[in-house]
């Protein structure tokens, strides 16, 4: 990528960070000419169900790919739609050009394009951008921030909240939940809560650690769905891990909560407590 040269040893934050959002800037400008235009779309999984892509999706991950081998050829990468093993590197980049395809071919702005750097395999940095609403989430190094429409740039936090009768919780669309236990606990969940809003994939993370959510639960999630809105959770304050507690780097089912206790509740609700 023009200006950007690969560096000596092991990169800075500032670094790492400022290549982020040139990568996301990339990916934006891929992706901007073909939404809420009539472009064709691939349905990756055939008979088997639907799991849709479009150029946009891989014009965007292929010049992120481009960009990260020629500023960091000794990272890896791994993308949604052209995966690879990852490097020897201690570096890994995880990318999902765009988070909620069927938003972006509905013309719903609720996507975003994903950009997660993990460190020995923890997430260390994460970016959510949205080039439509031109809104950018990050987060690392134990803070998060937004930068908005309008230029400004504001710190994230999460807000408080004790108990899952005061919460909000979102989750991408109740059709996730399709095994039975998986169903019969989230049903308990949403009757624990104050109120459930569905849509949103990536967007819904972002306004927990933005303070206007408390809870997202979803499951059936791959690692490059969530290894960059950990980070950005995480910096304002919140908590991202498996229903089980465990780490949520590679994905399965997740809770993501703005606050300890409410996470807590959550997570013996989905258990059956």
């Known amino acids: 990528m023009e200006g950007m040269v690969a560096p000596r040893g092991k990169p800075s934050a500032q670094r ?5 959002h040139a990568f996301a800037d990339l990916a934006g400008r891929a992706i901007l000419p073909y939404f809420r235009r ?9 008979q088997a169900g639907f799991d849709p892509v479009t150029a946009a999706d891989r014009a965007a991950e292929r010049s992120m790919r481009k ?3 020629a500023t960091f050829p000794e ?14 590197s201690p570096y890994t980049w995880v990318l999902d050009p765009i988070d ?3 938003a972006f071919i509905t013309g719903n702005p609720l996507w975003g394009t994903l950009i997660g750097l993990l460190e020995n395999g923890q997430p260390i940095l994460g970016f959510m951008d949205q080039p439509y609403t031109r809104e950018r989430f990050w987060g690392g190094g134990g803070k998060a921030s937004l930068r908005d429409a309008t230029g400004k740039v504001r710190k994230l ?5 004790a108990r899952l009768s005061e919460a909000a919780l979102g989750t991408t669309h109740p059709d ?5 236990t998986d169903a019969a606990a989230f049903a308990r969940l949403t009757k624990a809560v104050r109120l ?19 809870l997202v639960v979803e499951v059936g999630l791959k690692p490059h769905d969530i290894a960059a809105l950990i980070p950005i959770i995480e910096g304002a304050g919140g908590l991202v891990t498996t229903w089980e507690g465990g780490p949520a780097t590679g994905g399965g089912r997740i809770i993501a909560a703005g606050d300890r206790r409410v996470h807590a509740e959550a997570m013996a609700v989905l258990r059956g407590g």
Not at 16 to 20: C, K, P, T, V, Y
Not at 75 to 88: D, F, K, R, W
Not at 196 to 214: I, S
């Open 16 to 20: 790492l960070e400022q290549a982020g």
């Open 38 to 46: 009539r472009i064709s779309v691939n349905n990756k999984l055939g």
């Open 67 to 69: 960009a990260i081998a």
């Open 75 to 88: 990272h890896g990468i791994v993308g949604e739609e052209y995966p690879e093993p990852p490097a020897s």
């Open 100 to 102: 909620g395809t069927r």
């Open 157 to 161: 936090k999460t807000r408080p909240c």
């Open 176 to 180: 996730l939940f399709a095994a039975r």
């Open 196 to 214: 459930t809003r569905y849509g949103g994939d990536c967007y819904g993370y972002c306004l927990v650690a933005a303070g206007f959510m408390d």
